[in-house]
């Protein structure tokens, strides 16, 4: 840990950008490249760590492990504050809870969101999810704020309560979570605005707002964001989306043309991967190290 521990780094984004934009960075490649285009704090998704490095569905299928995985790489290059998706904590107990929170932290993660969904959880805009009892996820929050060795470290509670029990219900969960010690609240497949202003009026956490493409949440704003006083907007798997789709196009280009001339335009050039990965800045280094080993 440097001199700031991440998660203080996470809270001193917030205070400076409302609503706090925090994208999804897949790998440790796209983690640089968010860097670059002026994002102040980046995103593990739960569902990207599956399909992206495992192929796999979002289904409670990845394990701590994998995710740990993920997040080293990516603390390991990129200095922004990262805030990870834990599911509901990779296991049952309160001692599970507190692995899955001590094991980030030490990874180098600046918080992490964990749900009150069932273990064999479903992505949060698909249908038929099923939810823990308020007690038991209030045994999550406080296992986790226990667990904590950087006080600044955020503990968020997401709550996927809306679609199966309702607004006012969800409300009182939310009430409940931050009760428990939770920092942040993030209230899943939020479907109007005004609803995210309630939430922020029952509690007085900063709310985070997934603005995930093709789901049950309209593309809402910033600006729009800031008027329900949402403190953080998400994008949790845009750029994922958006890489998905370029692969797919060079592949099929390739393999029906037999040549990728048609679609050099959509890639980024050698130079521009280097500038992004700092491959200059390690070859000056390569050659100042080494070359009394070349002669010069
Ligand atoms: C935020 C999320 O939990 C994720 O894993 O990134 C997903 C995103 C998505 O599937 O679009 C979710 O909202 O459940
Ligand atoms: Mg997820």
């Known amino acids: 840990m440097g ?3 991440p998660g203080l780094a996470f809270r001193q984004a917030l205070s400076k950008e409302t609503p706090l934009q925090i994208v999804g ?5 796209h983690a640089l490249l968010a860097q670059r285009a002026g994002f102040q704090a980046i995103y593990l998704s739960g569902g990207g760590v599956a399909a992206g490095s495992l192929g796999l569905p979002d289904l409670g299928i990845t394990g701590l492990d994998d995710v740990l995985t993920d997040i080293r790489r990516i603390t390991d290059v990129c200095s922004l504050p990262l805030l990870v998706d834990v599911d509901s904590g990779f296991g049952a107990s309160a001692f599970n809870v507190a692995r899955t929170v001590k094991s980030v932290i030490k990874a180098g993660a600046a918080g992490l969101h964990i749900e009150d969904q069932v ?4 992505c949060g805009h698909r249908p038929n999810k099923e939810i823990v ?10 296992a986790a704020v226990d667990a904590r060795t950087d006080p600044d470290f955020v503990i968020m509670a997401r709550t996927d309560a809306l679609a199966v029990e309702g607004l006012e219900a969800a409300i009182e969960r939310a009430r409940a979570y931050i009760e428990a010690g939770a920092d942040m609240l993030f209230p899943e497949a939020i479907t109007e605005l005004s609803m995210y202003r309630q939430f922020a009026d029952a509690v007085e956490v900063p709310i985070l707002a997934n603005i995930t493409e093709f789901g049950a949440t309209p593309l809402f704003t910033t600006d729009e964001l800031h008027s329900a006083h949402v ?3 998400l994008y949790p798997l845009s750029a994922f989306r958006a890489m998905n789709r370029a692969a797919e196009r060079v592949y099929n280009v390739l393999r029906q043309e037999g040549t990728q001339k048609g679609v050099t335009d959509i890639m980024q050039t050698r130079n521009e991967l280097y500038e992004s990965i700092n491959y200059y800045q390690f070859e000056e280094k390569l050659d100042a190290l080494f ?3 070349r002669g010069k």
């Not at 273990?119 to 479903?122: I, M, P």
């Open 231 to 233: 403190a953080m907007a």
């Open 3 to 5: 001199i700031q521990s």
């Open 133 to 142: 009892s308020t007690q038991e996820m209030v045994d999550r929050i406080k």
């Open 119 to 122: 273990g064999a959880k479903r």
């Open 291 to 293: 070359a009394s080993k």
């Open 25 to 29: 960075t897949i790998n440790a490649n």
